[in-house]
């Protein structure tokens, strides 16, 4: 079978084709025709070799696939199912602890960019009835890890206000996934064309960061006092004004660091009152919790663009370079559309 490796640490220049000798499921796996794939900003950090750990890696942890073989023990799947592999494929249930987060799909273990994986039953789950490979391609840890910020320990409620940070994979399956729940929603972005786009969505306000640097203060301004919770994106660049945007008695989820990185400096008297919190992508339990919305209400993610299988490096220099709204998806088995 043909999949790819990633040398960690070369870029996507350390992306290769390669094969590898197929083989049947133990006991209780299961083997999965692999139909797409789709990206996320962290696939760019392993690439780069400032997540994940050994030198090659089968890339990407967002997939869908069809159950091609099952073992002998199997009960949970049969042949011809739609799956989806999890992001932490101990993560069953409940809050995460060291064991059920040792693990995660393309960075410490190999990923999904691949015509066929092989996985503990306990490690899928079913892929929507409503979506196409491409759009259930983007749940594993793309949609997820939205849910978990908005509906996981602390759920809001309808009629509760969020900001949502960039228009990104993570950040547009929250904007759609709060606008379902009827949540009110401020879209923070640096492109008058994207926050359009984001208005279109259901969006009830957006603010441009670049024409309106002290966007903290425009939030307040916009929800007398500040909103009920912040998804902050940007990391060590947005997390002040994230918290100055946030009412007293709210909460910010740190979900990435795509403006300035991890490392975090947080002034202790400014989250007197408010509450921070770190967002891992989440439980197999949250990922069917969001495909039972997704079937329930319609959701349908937003896809930038599809690349073959054969144009992986085109995917990633996409996502790397223009900052695309929504997510980018590899077409493995070339029907994903």
């Not at 929250?174 to 009827?182: D, E, G, I, K, S």
């Not at 660049?237 to 918290?243: G, K, L, V």
């Not at 910010?252 to 002034?267: C, K, M, N, P, W």
């Not at 400014?270 to 967002?279: D, N, Y």
Request: with cysteine.
């Amino acid at each position: 079978m043909k999949l790819y490796r990633l040398r960690r640490g070369e870029g996507t220049s350390g992306l290769h084709i390669d094969h590898a000798q197929d083989r049947a499921p133990d006991a209780h796996e299961v083997r999965v025709r692999m139909h797409a794939a789709s990206l996320n900003y962290r696939d760019l950090l392993v690439a780069q070799g400032r997540m994940g750990t050994g030198e090659l890696r089968v890339p990407l942890s967002d997939g869908v696939g069809e159950v091609v073989t099952v073992g002998r023990a199997v009960t949970r799947f049969a042949c011809g199912d739609r799956v989806i592999p999890t992001f932490y494929p101990h993560w069953l249930a409940g809050p995460p602890s060291g064991e059920a987060v040792s693990e995660s799909l393309g960075g410490n273990v190999d990923g999904v960019l691949s015509e066929y994986v092989i996985a503990n039953e306990d490690a899928l789950v079913r892929a929507p009835e409503s979506l196409s490979w491409a759009d259930a391609s983007t749940i594993a840890c793309a949609g997820v890890t939205a849910w978990h910020a908005l509906f996981g320990e602390n759920p809001m409620r309808a009629g509760d206000r969020v900001l949502i940070q960039g228009t990104g994979g993570v950040s547009t399956w929250a904007l759609q996934l709060a606008v379902a729940a009827r949540l009110r929603v401020i879209v923070l972005s640096g492109s008058d064309d994207k926050l359009s786009r984001a208005r279109a969505l259901g969006a009830e306000q957006t603010i441009n960061y670049a024409t309106e640097p002290e966007w903290d203060a425009r939030v307040r301004d916009l929800t007398d006092g500040g909103v009920d919770r912040v998804l902050d994106i940007g990391g060590a660049d947005t997390i002040s004004r994230a918290i100055r945007s946030t009412r007293y008695g709210g909460t910010v989820a740190t979900i990435g660091g795509v403006s300035g990185g991890f490392a975090l400096s947080v002034e202790p008297f400014a989250l007197i009152g408010r509450s921070l919190t770190g967002i891992l992508v989440g439980s197999r339990t949250m990922a069917e919790s969001l495909i039972r919305f997704v079937d329930t209400n319609g959701v349908v993610p937003v896809i930038d663009s599809v690349f073959p299988f054969d144009g992986a490096a085109d995917a990633y220099a996409r996502l790397e370079c223009e900052r695309p709204l929504g997510k980018v998806v590899i077409d493995i088995s070339g029907g994903s559309r």
